[in-house]
């Protein structure tokens, strides 16, 4: 927090840099805005977890657009108004996880509060979120109760642990050593995604010794039968690096929904395996690789 003294000199500055001013009339000086981290309420059965990594929002304030900023933001963000305004959140995240991707979120709800400005000094606002109603949860897979990704092409097998778990009582461990290299793990099931959805994300908490790839695989959906059957086209959409923390990811499926359902006379037949893959490093003699939370959200 900025002492009263250092408001007042960053306020010249501000006005300064900002404000071309009349001679002889005194420039307004700002308010303060500080921004704490934020929280997501989520309806477990609809959405899901309430892990998130909001860390990116774009305020507004009365007929004011402020910025975009860090969630939470390290210095108080000054505002030129005073008096009651309505002010706006709007909860971002990097996509894709790189942080020079900053998107408003398509999946949450913005933040709306009224503040109080007073010239000088500072209003704290905690931005609560949540998931958009609109929003539909293709898989959640939290490795409580059960296991929806299985292995592919006789991959080493993972198991449920509970020691370290991100949340609950379990997560997903994936243990590669020099007997076992590789490994491919897709869904039971395949899931109806579409290119002309709004947004369609893959949201996961993970962390790992090693690089893993991400990767979608096209089905043949016959919607006589009711039965889907591979059509031999897969696509990697994200390689995630080596994370010894847990780490949240938002995974952005649009371009390569497009590359698949772009080439198909009949894209509206196709449903998606959502899976991972690694390749043990020269480098290790042995890696491992953790999950959790993985959803498939679509809106």
């Known amino acids: 927090m900025f002492s009263k003294t250092t408001k007042l000199l960053l306020s010249f500055s501000f006005i300064f840099c900002f404000f071309s001013s009349c001679e002889g009339e005194q420039e307004p000086y700002p308010s303060y805005l500080y921004l704490e981290s934020a929280s997501c309420i989520s309806n477990y059965e609809t959405h899901g977890s309430n892990s998130h990594k909001l860390n990116t929002a774009w305020i507004f304030a009365g007929p004011q657009t402020i910025g975009v900023y860090d969630l939470p933001h390290s210095n108080e963000v000054p505002v030129l108004l ?24 398509p999946l949450h709800s913005d933040f709306d509060t009224t503040v109080d400005f007073n010239l000088l000094e500072t209003d704290t606002i905690k931005p609560v979120f ?36 991100f949340e ?50 096209a089905f043949a959906f016959d919607p006589n039968t009711g039965i889907s059957t591979p059509n031999n086209i897969g696509e990697r959409v994200i390689t995630l690096l080596a994370k010894d923390e847990w780490n949240k990811v938002y995974i952005d499926l649009s371009e390569t929904l497009i590359i698949f359902e772009g ?28 999950f959790d939370n993985v959803k498939i959200l679509t809106r």
């Open 82 to 105: 005073s008096g009651t305004q309505d002010v706006k959140v709007r909860p971002g995240f990097w996509r894709n996880g790189i942080s020079t991707l900053p998107v408003v979120s």
């Open 130 to 165: 949540s998931y958009l109603p609109q929003v539909s949860m293709l898989l959640n897979n939290d490795f409580e109760a059960f296991n929806e990704f299985v292995p592919k092409n006789e991959t080493v097998d993972a198991f449920i642990y509970s020691d370290g778990a």
């Open 168 to 217: 609950g009582n379990r997560s997903a461990k994936i243990t590669l050593d020099a007997n076992n290299t590789i490994f491919e793990y897709g869904t039971k099931n395949q899931y109806d995604l579409s290119y002309n959805a709004i947004a369609s994300y893959v949201e996961l908490n993970y962390k790992c010794d090693a690089p893993f790839s991400v990767y979608l695989k």
């Open 263 to 290: 080439s198909q006379s009949n894209p509206e037949y196709i449903n998606y395996e959502l899976g991972f893959q690694a390749v043990l490093p020269d480098s290790l003699s042995t890696a491992s690789y953790y």
